[in-house]
Each structure stands twice: as C-alpha cells, then as structure tokens.
C-alpha cells in the first residue's frame, strides 16, 4: 500500500509554512486537528486512521 503523498510533505511543507504565517500574523493558538475523533469508514481495506497517519 502507497502512503498518502500529502502525509510525507506534511511536517516539512504544510505544516512549517503554516506555523510561519501564524508567527507572522501574531496568532496565539492555532488548531491542528490533533483533537479529531476517529469514526470507523465503511471501507475496511483501507480504514480512516490511514488517512490520519503520522
């Protein structure tokens, strides 16, 4: 199974210029998601968590 190209740029790309922007409007909190229930998909092959990894 391929990972999720979009996973493996995440902490470099996304997520880097992300925080910057943030730092640079003077933003106090941001969300990241990290708080996201995880609901079981009807596709048993490939479940939810796969999309959430890493």
């Given at each position: 199974m391929t990972p999720n190209p979009d996973i493996l740029c995440n902490s470099e790309i996304k997520f880097k210029l992300f925080l910057?922007?943030?730092i640079n409007l003077n933003f106090d909190y941001i969300a990241t998601g990290h708080y996201a229930r995880i609901e079981t998909g009807l596709e048993k092959?490939?479940?939810?968590?796969y999309r959430l990894l890493k």
């Open positions: 910057e922007k943030a092959t490939r479940p939810v968590s």
